[in-house]
């Protein structure tokens, strides 16, 4: 092995890896704006194919067939869910491990489910069945893990608490509450409440994930 | 060794060549390999608070560089894919093209291992964080990719008599 660490100590001396950290800072404002730009293209585009199921419903109830799509009787997520609190991407196995300790010893916490990056892709997939452009992009790693959560009390209060708690302790990418049923009569309240994704379609895709408490 | 920052500044000056010279020999391109490590770099930049209070900020940067090339691999069609196959190696300065001739022939996981071990400087377990395997698995990878070198070294040291 010797031989092999003269040759990475000599590469380590060339000077074409310097690279000015100017080139980092520019390339962080580009990042920035690219996260933007398709977090406000990502919800666009759900609340569009959501928008689309609610005015295919209302079409279908009118002409007198029987509706495929009712808003707003979507179910629950499994176990009545309450909130659904997706972790950064880029959270490390033993965040993700700590962050899952952390809801077990929880007493507001009821149940909790660990959701994978791959079942969340299957989430994806289902919901943009036709977006191949958008699918080709998406991979599950770089897709966050999430735990579903049921609270002891579902009420405002007591929920708004416990997000706050959570958002406190940082490396959340996103909380989603459990909308009411006005909101998800609205449509496309939320990007990332899954029982929405049974409205076009997704019956099967509500993937349970690994129970934690 | 892990360096110890406190400022994002600090931490590029300290690890960058060595994570550009890791992932250029890790993915046998430059310019993929530069890219990649500019765009890990960003978003340690934009979430410096974060990153700087793990355990080990190099091995989280090395781990979104190694995606942000995996997940680019994907994205290039079958066709392009084929074509590198029988492609030549690509062109690499020479320090980097003299190790990348040493390793270029290891199984993915071996190659990656001894690139993050010898030139990434990162411990099995630090390894294991950033391949997403256990640390077990490190060291099997690890002495697999020893013996194959010890065998590869042995050739070329032959040769070059």
């Given at each position: 092995m010797n031989a092999l660490l003269e040759k990475t100590e000599r590469l380590l001396d060339e000077p074409w890896l310097e690279r000015d950290i100017s080139t980092i800072r520019t390339r962080a404002r580009r990042v920035r704006a690219r996260q933007r730009r398709t977090a406000a293209l990502g919800a666009l585009a759900f609340v569009l194919v959501l928008g689309a199921g609610v005015l295919a419903a209302s079409d279908a109830a009118r002409d007198g067939a029987p509706a495929t799509l009712d808003v707003a009787d979507v179910p629950v997520a499994p176990a009545d869910v309450t909130v659904m609190v997706y972790l950064e991407p880029e959270r490390t196995s033993a965040e993700v491990a700590?962050?899952?300790q952390d809801l077990v010893e929880d007493p507001a916490v009821v149940q909790a489910w660990f959701r994978s990056q791959d079942l969340l892709y299957e989430d994806f997939v289902c919901g943009f069945p036709h977006e191949a452009a958008t699918r080709?992009?998406?991979?599950?790693?770089?897709?966050?893990?999430?735990?579903?959560?049921?609270?002891?009390?579902?009420?405002?209060?007591?929920?708004e608490a416990f997000v706050d708690r959570m958002r406190a302790?940082?490396?959340?990418?996103?909380?989603?509450?459990?909308?009411?049923?006005?909101?998800?009569?609205?449509?496309?309240?939320s990007l990332l409440w899954r029982p929405a994704l049974r409205t076009m379609g997704c019956l099967g895709n509500d993937l349970a994930g690994e129970p934690i408490k | 060794m892990m360096p110890t920052v406190t400022s994002f500044e600090g931490f590029y000056a300290e690890t960058h060549?060595?994570?550009?010279?890791s992932l250029v020999v890790a993915v046998g391109d430059k310019d993929v390999a530069f890219d990649a490590v500019d765009e890990a770099y960003a978003r340690a930049f934009l979430a410096w608070d974060r990153v700087?209070?793990?355990?080990?900020?190099?091995?989280?940067?090395?781990?979104v560089a190694l995606n942000v090339v995996r997940r680019r691999a994907r994205r290039r069609s079958l066709e392009q894919a084929l074509l590198r196959r029988v492609a030549p190696d690509p062109v690499l300065p020479d320090a980097a093209s003299e190790v990348w001739l040493v390793v270029r022939d290891l199984p993915e996981r071996q190659r990656l291992a001894v690139v993050l071990r010898y030139l990434g400087d990162l411990t099995e377990a630090q390894i294991a964080e950033v391949m997403g395997i256990k640390r077990g698995t490190v060291s099997r990878t690890l002495a697999d990719a020893h013996r194959s070198l010890a065998t590869e070294l042995g050739d070329l040291t032959m040769e070059q008599r």
């Amino acid at each position: 092995m010797n031989a092999l660490l003269e040759k990475t100590e000599r590469l380590l001396d060339e000077p074409w890896l310097e690279r000015d950290i100017s080139t980092i800072r520019t390339r962080a404002r580009r990042v920035r704006a690219r996260q933007r730009r398709t977090a406000a293209l990502g919800a666009l585009a759900f609340v569009l194919v959501l928008g689309a199921g609610v005015l295919a419903a209302s079409d279908a109830a009118r002409d007198g067939a029987p509706a495929t799509l009712d808003v707003a009787d979507v179910p629950v997520a499994p176990a009545d869910v309450t909130v659904m609190v997706y972790l950064e991407p880029e959270r490390t196995s033993a965040e993700v491990a700590q962050f899952s300790q952390d809801l077990v010893e929880d007493p507001a916490v009821v149940q909790a489910w660990f959701r994978s990056q791959d079942l969340l892709y299957e989430d994806f997939v289902c919901g943009f069945p036709h977006e191949a452009a958008t699918r080709d992009d998406v991979i599950p790693s770089i897709l966050p893990t999430s735990f579903d959560v049921v609270l002891t009390s579902s009420d405002r209060d007591s929920t708004e608490a416990f997000v706050d708690r959570m958002r406190a302790r940082g490396g959340i990418e996103e909380i989603v509450v459990k909308p009411t049923p006005d909101e998800v009569a609205m449509s496309g309240t939320s990007l990332l409440w899954r029982p929405a994704l049974r409205t076009m379609g997704c019956l099967g895709n509500d993937l349970a994930g690994e129970p934690i408490k | 060794m892990m360096p110890t920052v406190t400022s994002f500044e600090g931490f590029y000056a300290e690890t960058h060549t060595r994570v550009r010279a890791s992932l250029v020999v890790a993915v046998g391109d430059k310019d993929v390999a530069f890219d990649a490590v500019d765009e890990a770099y960003a978003r340690a930049f934009l979430a410096w608070d974060r990153v700087a209070r793990m355990d080990a900020p190099q091995a989280w940067v090395y781990r979104v560089a190694l995606n942000v090339v995996r997940r680019r691999a994907r994205r290039r069609s079958l066709e392009q894919a084929l074509l590198r196959r029988v492609a030549p190696d690509p062109v690499l300065p020479d320090a980097a093209s003299e190790v990348w001739l040493v390793v270029r022939d290891l199984p993915e996981r071996q190659r990656l291992a001894v690139v993050l071990r010898y030139l990434g400087d990162l411990t099995e377990a630090q390894i294991a964080e950033v391949m997403g395997i256990k640390r077990g698995t490190v060291s099997r990878t690890l002495a697999d990719a020893h013996r194959s070198l010890a065998t590869e070294l042995g050739d070329l040291t032959m040769e070059q008599r």
